[in-house]
């Protein structure tokens, strides 16, 4: 893998990590009103966790496989 492209995997992970925080926004606060029942709380907080592990992962991912293939 070249640079480049490492560069361009970390952007995009980072990019759906950034829409993951507005969507968490969005469901926190719909249409003007927060969200205040802790079982919508909890379910929306636990969607962006598993949002953000699969790009965090895929993050360590691509940088791994950088790493083993510019090994000197």
């Given at each position: 893998?070249?640079?480049?492209?490492?560069?361009?995997?970390?952007?995009?992970a980072c990019?759906?990590?950034?829409?993951?925080?507005?969507?968490?926004?969005?469901?926190?606060?719909?249409?003007?009103?927060p969200r205040?029942?802790?079982?919508?709380?909890?379910?929306?907080?636990?969607?962006?966790?598993?949002?953000?592990?699969?790009?965090?992962?895929?993050?360590?991912?691509?940088?791994?496989?950088?790493?083993?293939?510019?090994?000197?």
């Amino acid at each position: 893998m070249e640079k480049y492209k490492l560069s361009e995997l970390i952007f995009d992970a980072c990019d759906r990590i950034h829409e993951a925080t507005t969507d968490l926004y969005e469901r926190l606060h719909p249409e003007g009103n927060p969200r205040f029942k802790h079982e919508d709380i909890e379910l929306s907080i636990k969607k962006f966790r598993e949002w953000i592990n699969f790009e965090i992962d895929a993050i360590r991912s691509a940088t791994s496989e950088y790493r083993d293939e510019h090994k000197d």
